[in-house]
């Protein structure tokens, strides 16, 4: 056979695992509704618009034989993609905007690294360098050009305890700064996803530099998601992650259906 | 005496980009709670004063009660005739406003009702005349007097003096924000034949051809531009490219629709009318307006007014098409606000109320309804008379003069107070 | 029949002084109007707890009135008035403190005028001078009074057929006395070439028919003759005093005042009669309205001031002494003091203190006030006959 034809048969084997079930295909996106919370910023900043949808017509006078909505929401509302532009310090990158960014990279590696227990004990933890190397030790150096997502068991929560917000500002689990820095620099990863509003801390502003995953990884060009679900259902390694936001002009993110591609357990 | 000029308005000329531009002053803003009032009959070209019915003659300057009979007063229509009876050329003040725009002619009228009146004079009249005596909203958006020999003239409005108090389309360029609306082409036309320099007409989605479009293409002097009321970037772009050149802006954009609250109108009609009437209007005043305000001063043609074409039920709302009234009332408001923005810009806001137009969304509505050559001929004029409210068409001043002689009662008319 | 005007017997006027007028000054009103009664005391050794008796008037004192400086001077008053009417205010406050002292109210009264001239001040009194003015007047063009006046120069020159030689002649001649004041704004000789070619400010109005407006400030004391002989003080006394406001408010355009109302009563209480005067003080803040008190007082007939002045010599050496010092077109326009300038001079020209411009045989001398351009016509207007001791 031809390479091309090798090629072909690659993929012609996924279809046909797809189709088994040999490969599942797994669904980390929350459901868009008007009452997924979204982050809260302080009044006199815009705010991030809920999601909101409005009937233009359900097989009535207003549209016979058709049903549609009209919705709105803003670019990082519910399960969402972050694109470089959409901080300051990747203002200036080539490509770092939704509709500009290298396709190639929405689809890749995923690790998931578990930090369900620490987050039960402290809903402030931080993931540390230690923590990822911990990782590694049982599960192998993360590959570059990965997805890296922050398993906290986060996205079960509800309403309130889901922004947990007290008079000093949020309190949900995130990456360290160092953290970030090691994946960013040593193991050139594409993006980074978590359960929470937001790829930072709840009390990220007080970090040095403040909201330190936002600032680092869209300062070097890296991608993040959030408001993620499901991350119990991948294995650590292994699995695939497609993660393609909307195609909007100049856009800084976008909601998204985030799914990943994993090999059946047995 | 004084000289009569003859100056005719002079051209417009390209800017030395090397000069600043004259930066907009205001005359005297200073008024008693009186004096405020003529303001409102200014706005609407009613000449209005306070008369005493018991003398039989009309009082200036305002009073609280008659200097001859101490009657009480009442602010009515009275003749504007009258007779030069002094006049004087300026030429100094101290005042920044008139310093810039020195010499400047006064005179003192008789009016046959009554009172002298102080006011300006066009360069038409002679001390002996007989004169007419006008009122104006000048730029600090208050009522002066302005004493002529025959306002409907067709040089009347080439006299300079004359110019500050009005927003007279004749050499400067105007922008529609709508051209294909039914006001827009048939303003497109008249504007030309007003003698404005250069009419922008605003289109959006081009590529929704349609026989409007062909005959705004074909028109003399008129560009046609893309302006999307409901997209901000393409406001803003159209701003960036053409607000430094817009003297006088008419927002056209309408979406008449019947319906109201409880009759299962869409929402989702509701809100794009919403965007694009009451949103819209937000976008082109904030894009547009910080340019115009400061060109409030910027020669023969600077910017003046920033026109709005609104139901006149936006004053009160009219149930059969209760959201559209709705979305008028809150541009209404807005206009207020902007109103008070542009006090001291040298940019008027304009608004003219109609009634139901002449066109398909209206095809149930009985007659009178107003045909888009009245409404874009009584615009210009209500511009070149340098009116504030604009009320063109029978319905339109049917419908504000029970306005104001009784909001409540015209809301229970409206609601159906005629019903059986 | 209207009740006859008691006399002004026992009451006279004394110590007039004045500030030298500046062009801008950065002091206050109150400054000014302390300055002057401060020296005017000195110049007659009147202690000020010797004072129980004030009348102010003054455009650039607010937010204070007559009160605020009161306190301001620590003067321990039995009788006070604040007298707002322009200039109209000398005579009035002239009026009214004399009354007090006849009735003995008070024995010795300061009547004190004067104004600070900051650098905005002049528009600032302008913009915001009347209700009237605010809806009516200072909106056209904002000439102030320079335009209020000039349409009413433009009525008045076509009513009445009169050339801008006669009011030449009037600020010419009162150039020429202003030349021997210290402290005149003006200090330079006028001719009437010179007036006719001067530029035009609002027109008619050419450079030299209107005031410089400055900071300044005058007074006189009044007392009893009783008080002013112990203290060997010289004095003038009251022959007549008129003031009528708000008079023929139906002329279209002011071209007469009160005190064509008044002139009867008024030269019938004097017991005498305009030629027996030996010199006027007219309140000019425009030669029109010098040549209107002229007219409405007695001098000549309405319209007919051609005849008379041009063939008279109106300086301090005529035959027609007009505003020895100046007036206000030569000396300046200290705001409020300007109703005071005329009245304060006459006192100093009664009583032989006027220097090397004073008249010869100065013994009757007639005081004329005009005041408050409220919007298109002076409201105020008042006179006065003095009589020198001989």
């Known amino acids: ?266 | 005496m004084a000289e009569i000029g003859e100056s005719r308005l002079p051209q417009p000329v390209k800017k030395n980009p090397q000069l600043k531009t004259a930066a907009p002053l205001v005359p005297p803003l200073r008024r008693s709670r009186l004096g405020l009032r003529l303001a409102g009959f200014a706005a609407r070209g009613e000449f209005c004063l306070p008369f005493c019915s018991a003398c039989e003659k009309a009082v200036w300057p305002p009073r609280d009660a008659c200097p001859t009979c101490l009657a009480e007063l009442a602010w009515q229509e009275v003749g504007n005739q009258g007779q030069l009876i002094a006049e004087s050329v300026l030429e100094t003040s101290p005042e920044l406003y008139f310093r810039g725009r020195m010499p400047w002619r006064i005179g003192t009228v008789r009016l046959a009702c009554g009172p002298s009146i102080m006011a300006h004079l066009h360069q038409q009249v002679q001390v002996g005349e007989q004169v007419e005596m006008g009122l104006h909203l000048d730029k600090a958006q208050r009522a002066v007097f302005m004493a002529y020999k025959n306002r409907e003239g067709g040089s009347v409005n080439e006299d300079s003096q004359l110019r500050e108090l009005t927003s007279d389309p004749k050499y400067r360029r105007v922008l529609i924000s709508d051209a294909r609306s039914p006001a827009g082409l048939a303003l497109a036309k008249a504007l030309a034949g007003a003698e404005a320099r250069e009419i922008f007409a605003g289109v959006a989605e081009s590529w929704r051809r349609d026989a409007v479009l062909d005959a705004l293409e074909a028109l003399d002097h008129v560009t046609l531009v893309p302006l999307d009321l409901t997209d901000s970037s393409s406001v803003k772009e159209l701003a960036a490219e053409i607000g430094g050149k817009v003297d006088i802006l008419i927002h056209t954009a309408d979406q008449p629709r019947p319906g109201g609250l409880l009759d299962g109108s869409s929402l989702t009609i509701a809100q794009e009318m919403q965007d694009r009437l009451v949103t819209g209007y937000m976008r082109l005043a904030s894009h547009f307006g910080p340019a115009m305000r400061g060109r409030g001063a910027d020669g023969v043609n600077s910017a003046t007014a920033f026109v709005t074409i609104l139901s006149v039920y936006a004053h009160a709302n009219w149930p059969s098409y209760g959201t559209h009234s709705a979305c008028h009332a809150a541009v209404y408001s807005l206009s207020q606000c902007l109103r008070s923005e542009m006090l001291g810009s040298g940019v008027r806001v304009v608004n003219a109320y109609t009634g139901p137009l002449e066109q398909d969304w209206y095809e149930s509505v009985l007659p009178p309804k107003l045909d888009p050559q009245r409404l874009a001929r009584d615009l210009i004029k209500g511009l070149q008379q340098g009116l504030e409210d604009i009320y063109i068409g029978d319905v339109a001043r049917d419908v504000a003069s029970r306005f104001r002689e009784d909001a409540k009662l015209l809301e229970i008319e409206l609601t159906g107070g005629a019903r059986e | 029949m209207a009740q006859a005007r008691a006399n002004y017997e026992g009451v006279v006027l004394t110590a007039p002084m004045s500030l030298p007028y500046q062009r801008f000054s950065n002091q206050s009103a109150h400054w000014w109007l302390l300055g002057c009664l401060r020296e005017m005391l000195a110049s007659v050794a009147v202690r000020p707890d010797e004072i129980d008796g004030l009348t102010v008037s003054s455009f650039t004192l607010h937010p204070d009135s007559a009160v605020g400086f009161a306190q301001h001077s620590g003067l321990d008053l039995r009788w006070l008035e604040h007298i707002p009417m322009g200039g109209a205010s000398g005579i009035v406050a002239l009026q009214r403190a004399a009354r007090a002292v006849q009735c003995g109210d008070a024995n010795i009264i300061a009547c004190l005028a004067g104004d600070t001239n900051q650098l905005d001040s002049f528009r600032q009194t302008l913009s915001r001078f009347s209700n009237f003015s605010n809806d009516a007047a200072w909106p056209d063009g904002s000439g102030g009074a320079n335009g209020y006046f000039a349409l009413l120069t433009d009525y008045y020159m076509r009513r009445f057929d009169t050339p801008r030689e006669v009011f030449g002649k009037i600020a010419v001649d009162q150039r020429s006395n202003a030349l021997l004041l210290e402290g005149a704004m003006m200090t330079r000789p006028l001719s009437l070439e010179a007036y006719l070619s001067a530029r035009m400010i609002a027109s008619p109005l050419g450079l030299f028919d209107c005031v410089m407006p400055c900071a300044g400030s005058e007074s006189f004391l009044v007392m009893s003759e009783e008080t002013a002989r112990q203290r060997q003080l010289p004095f003038v006394r009251i022959k007549a005093v008129m003031e009528h406001h708000n008079a023929f408010a139906s002329d279209p355009v002011q071209f007469r005042g009160g005190w064509q109302k008044e002139q009867d009563r008024f030269w019938r209480d004097a017991g005498c009669s305009p030629p027996d005067m030996n010199l006027i003080q007219t309140y000019d803040d425009y030669p029109v309205i010098s040549v209107m008190q002229m007219e409405d007082l007695g001098f000549f007939p309405k319209g007919e001031a051609a005849d008379f002045l041009m063939s008279r010599d109106l300086t301090w050496q005529g035959d027609f002494p007009h505003n020895t010092s100046g007036g206000q077109l030569s000396a300046g326009q200290a705001g409020a003091a300007g109703g005071f300038i005329g009245l304060v001079e006459a006192v100093r020209q009664l009583t032989g203190q006027a220097g090397k411009r004073q008249v010869a045989a100065a013994r009757l001398g007639l005081v004329s006030g005009f005041g408050m351009v409220n919007y298109d016509r002076g409201v105020c207007s008042g006179a006065a006959v003095l009589e020198g001791a001989v």
Not at chain 1, 245 to 264: N, W
Request: with cysteine; charged share 20%.
């Open chain 1, 1 to 266: 056979m031809s390479t091309q034809d090798q090629t072909v048969g690659l993929l012609d084997n996924l279809a046909l695992d797809l189709a088994s079930g040999a490969v599942e295909v797994v669904d980390l996106t929350h459901t868009l509704d008007p009452d997924f919370p979204v982050i809260i910023l302080p009044p006199e900043f815009g705010q991030c618009a809920r999601f909101r949808m409005e009937e233009v017509s359900r097989y009535d006078a207003r549209g016979p034989a058709w049903h549609w909505h009209n919705f709105s929401c803003g670019e990082h509302t519910g399960t969402h993609f972050d694109a470089p532009i959409h901080w300051v310090s990747g203002r200036d990158l080539p490509h770092n905007t939704v509709d500009s960014l290298p396709v190639q990279k929405l689809v890749g590696r995923v690790c998931v690294i578990d930090c369900e227990a620490e987050t039960a004990a402290d809903e402030d933890y931080e993931m540390d360098r230690a923590k990822i190397e911990a990782f590694e030790a049982e599960h192998g150096k993360i590959p570059p050009q990965s997805w890296v997502l922050m398993r906290t068991g986060w996205s079960k929560r509800r309403g309130a305890d889901y922004v947990n917000l007290r008079e000093d500002g949020a309190h949900s689990p995130g990456p360290a700064t160092e953290a970030v820095r090691f994946l960013v620099d040593e193991r050139d990863i594409i993006g980074f996803g978590t359960e929470c509003i937001g790829t930072d801390s709840g009390q990220a502003a007080h970090a040095d530099p403040p909201y330190p995953a936002h600032y680092i990884l869209h300062g070097a060009g890296r991608y993040g998601l959030q408001c993620l679900n499901g991350l119990d259902r991948l294995p650590p390694t292994g699995a695939i992650l497609l993660a393609a936001p909307l195609k909007i002009k100049h856009g800084t993110g976008s909601p998204l259906r985030v799914l990943a591609l994993v090999p059946a357990a047995g």
